[in-house]
């Protein structure tokens, strides 16, 4: 398996080169784009690091091409708003620390993540809040993310039997120290929640071990 490299504690080792310098774009300054453009070949995310060798790449390396990368960069700044729907007050009231799910008035069961209609009966949802607190049902621990996805590696994929929750709730498991087999399933989870600002109202929370 190829070991984890964090993007940020370690910017040489990312699979993108850092970019050169160039002033940022003023109005007018139509060549700067072209300037700007910047083509590189990103490292291949598995090969070397697995030291496996399936098409003798040690000579030639056939995926190459599809790893060259043109790429601008400048600031932009942009006012996103995000429309959540019926989920909004899920989100609403993760910032104030607090988990809420749905209830189905028909049969009972309790779906978090919250659904605005029980896909069993049909019938409409009332919002129940939860302890936040849970057990580990199931993980998968990745080497490897899209580079949009700005997070540490390795990233853990938790999906968790919340308390008074009858489905599973999917989402990262953090602060769980360096020691990969301290994750196990069964062992008690709690739901956390950001102090900073997020881009995006999922990343309100995150689990980690109570
Ligand atoms: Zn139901």
């Known amino acids: ?17 850092k970019l050169p310098d160039v002033p940022d774009l003023k109005e007018g300054d139509r060549g700067l784009v072209r300037t700007k453009l910047h083509t590189f070949t990103a490292d291949d995310p598995v090969g070397p690091k697995l030291h496996w060798d399936p098409i003798h790449r040690a000579d030639q390396d056939p995926w190459k091409d599809f790893r060259e990368i043109m790429r601008i960069e400048w600031k932009m700044e942009i006012t996103y708003r995000h429309c959540l729907g019926k989920y909004s007050k899920f989100f609403i009231e993760l910032e104030n620390k607090k988990f809420y799910a749905t209830e189905c008035p028909k049969c ?4 978090a993540i ?14 129940k809040e939860l302890p936040g607190t849970g057990t580990l049902e199931s993980y998968s621990i990745s080497e490897f993310v899209p580079a949009f996805m700005k997070v540490e590696l390795p990233y853990v994929l938790a999906m ?10 999917t989402h990262q498991l953090r602060n769980w ?11 008690p989870i709690k739901v956390a929640y950001t102090k900073e600002p997020v881009n995006h109202p999922l990343l309100s929370m995150w689990f980690e071990p109570a």
């Open 108 to 111: 009972g069961f309790v779906w």
């Open 114 to 127: 919250p659904r605005p209609v029980c896909p069993d009966c049909l019938e409409i949802t009332t919002w």
């Open 177 to 187: 120290g360096t020691d990969r087999s301290k994750i196990k399933t069964g062992m």
């Open 160 to 169: 968790v039997k919340l308390d008074g929750a009858d489905s599973l709730f």
């Open 1 to 17: 398996m190829a070991k984890g490299v964090s993007v940020f504690k370690d910017p040489e080792k990312t699979l993108y080169p």
